[in-house]
């Protein structure tokens, strides 16, 4: 992929004396606005009024319905139970003092229970998680309606319906963003009640690729990002595992192929996989894997080096053996009781043939068999693809090779565009799915991009047909890992990541109306704000370069 670093330039020493003096000149004083909803991802539709509602530390769970039971449900409003009541233990106050004896203290709450309503029942709770996979385009629509329970409204308390579990999981993100930590009461309030939403996301497919062959990441990290996607209500992540630079997964019918990580302490167990796979389901995410071939694929040969088209001559993959199809087919074979999703990316950028052209018994080979190089490439992305359908996947590919020969892909094929614009409307048009990932916008280790390219940035853009614009599954924001490890992947994702996840979740209508520094800056500032609260470490909104820390002192609302 293609790599951009302006970090290597210095920030303008006139442009952090502007910001260390707009800092400070708001430090005093800085309000929100009232007639913004602070909600992230703003929801489809929704009315609320000019109630403030006490929620009760120990709020209940009542469920009902076919899915009610399901313990994907349960365990989410205890994670979310956990994430509002923070500054309680046990229904306790933290602050709690010798001197709260002399308050009044209150007699009851405003919302003491939490209604969850789930009419599917698709969910086998009796097995392990990952044996059942969420599946693209499953129905995330909810309704949340939060009122007084004072007997004359029709809705009493807080409500959620959702059609399945996953639905109830977007509703319960939504539900914890309504709830605040009043300082001087000490009490968790709803503001603005009483709420009644309705809501559903935009696309299906909501992603953000995460590459751990550039850098390892441990596998509590790339939780920590899927539990971040999740107060973004992103639902896929597309995990990079393997490049050129290292083969950190473990493959048990071709063992030797780990021998391409880094080191033996940066690897990836098949039990981390589950466990990564397992955790992401239950915050309703899927997992996109990815084995890029031929291209991006040196690191196979550290274990099984007839990979290699020579010693010299390391990338791609030598296309003229049966045994590296044999070991493909037996990653995909092994890989495929890991993960259920039924998208599987395959790769195909950024295939330079000449290694092919230039190794004798490969040269031979294509002449034997009448093709030339680009010939080959072709051959080898679809014998590929046919292995992945043979196990039940779609296969995703990225753009290079529709660019190269669209003709000749499988119906089947999702398009991944990441070059520029233009791709998807001309996949579409061809009858392909496309997902959106223009890196002009969408590439999140190009730092230079500001809040508001990512925010704007539209997968639909050129296609006006409805039946065209039903062919993009929706889009990706991709973390590449060259200059991105530990230490600094979570600020490089956040709080960009989140501009993109309201494009894809929201109606276009109503997030591109309006003056967005005025209509979704304040309220990106106080999404970023959240993640702070929650843990995530989000750099500021604004600083010229991305993952930059603050210039200066000044609240977290706006830097």
């Known amino acids: 992929m293609l790599l951009k670093s302006p970090e290597s330039f210095p920030t303008p020493k006139t442009i952090a004396t502007l910001l260390i003096f707009f800092t400070s000149a708001v430090a005093f004083s800085v309000d929100l606005n009232d007639s913004l909803t602070y909600i992230w991802p703003l929801p489809a539709q929704f009315t609320s009024g000019e109630d403030t509602l006490s929620v009760d530390p120990q709020l209940s769970l009542s469920v009902s ?67 059942f996979s969420i599946q693209l385009g499953v129905d995330e629509s909810y309704t949340l309606s939060v009122a007084k329970n004072d ?29 605040y930590f009043d300082y001087e009461t000490k009490s968790v309030q709803v503001y603005k009640a009483p709420w009644y939403i309705q809501d559903k996301p935009r696309f299906a497919f909501r992603g953000l690729l995460l590459d751990t062959s550039r850098h390892y990441l441990p596998v509590d990290v790339i939780k920590q990002i899927i539990e971040s996607m999740s107060y973004a209500k992103l639902n896929v992540l597309h995990w990079h595992i393997i490049d050129e630079q290292s083969f950190p997964l473990e493959v048990p019918t071709y063992p030797n192929l780990w021998k391409g990580a880094y080191t033996k302490w940066e690897r990836y167990t098949v039990e981390d996989a589950y466990g990564i796979v397992s955790f992401a389901k239950m915050r309703g995410i899927n997992i996109m894997a990815e084995v ?33 199809f044999d070991v493909i087919s037996g990653i995909l074979s092994d890989i495929r009781k890991i993960f259920p999703f039924e998208l599987f990316h395959l790769g195909g950028d950024e295939v330079h043939t000449d290694c092919w052209t230039s ?42 090779t529709f660019n190269a020969f669209a003709t000749s892909l499988n119906p089947l094929t999702v398009v ?41 940035a539209e997968p639909l853009e050129g296609i006006k047909d409805a039946s065209k614009q039903e062919l ?88």
């Not at 959620?160 to 709830?179: D, V, W």
């Not at 890029?292 to 053996?321: F, N, Q």
Request: aromatic letters at 12%; hydrophobic letters at 35%; proline letters at 5%.
């Open 292 to 324: 890029d071939v031929p291209g991006h694929a040196e690191s196979w040969g550290a274990g099984y080096p007839d990979l290699w088209p020579s010693p010299s001559c390391r990338e791609p993959l030598d296309v003229a053996k049966n045994f590296t």
């Open 151 to 179: 007997g004359r409204s029709i809705v009493r308390g807080a409500m959620i319906e959702a059609n399945t579990i996953y639905g109830a999981l977007r509703a319960l993100e939504t539900f914890s963003q309504l709830c």
């Open 472 to 559: 993009v599954l929706g889009g990706e924001v991709c973390m590449w890992g060259e200059t991105a490890d530990t230490s600094n992947v979570q600020q490089t994702i956040w709080p960009r990541a989140a501009a993109a996840a309201e494009r894809l979740w929201s109606s276009r209508e109503a997030i591109s109306s309006g003056n967005i520094s005025l209509t979704a800056l304040p309220r990106l500032h106080y999404f970023r704000c959240l993640l702070n609260r929650r843990g995530v470490q989000a750099a500021p909104v604004t600083n010229f370069y991305a993952r930059r820390p603050p210039v200066g002192p000044g609240s977290c609302y706006v830097q």
């Open 65 to 131: 319905g076919n899915g009610g039971g399901s313990r994907i449900v349960k365990e989410g409003f205890e994670r979310y139970k956990a994430i509002i009541f923070k500054h309680n233990v046990n229904g306790v106050s933290r602050y709690h003092s010798l001197f709260d004896r002399f308050r009044r203290r209150r007699s009851g709450y405003d919302i003491e229970k939490l209604t969850i309503v789930v009419h599917s029942d698709s969910e086998d709770v009796g097995l392990p998680s990952f044996f």
């Open 359 to 400: 190794t004798p018994h490969v040269k031979q080979w294509l002449q034997d068999h009448n093709m030339t190089a680009k010939d080959a490439y072709q051959y080898f992305v679809l014998r590929a693809q046919e292995i992945a359908i043979s196990k039940n996947w779609t296969p995703v590919n990225w753009e290079e």
């Open 416 to 456: 991944h565009n990441w070059l520029g614009g233009g791709v998807c409307p001309k996949a579409v048009a061809k009858g392909f799915r496309c997902i959106y990932s223009n890196q002009g916008f969408w590439y999140l280790d190009h730092l230079d991009v500001p809040w508001d390219g990512v925010y704007t």
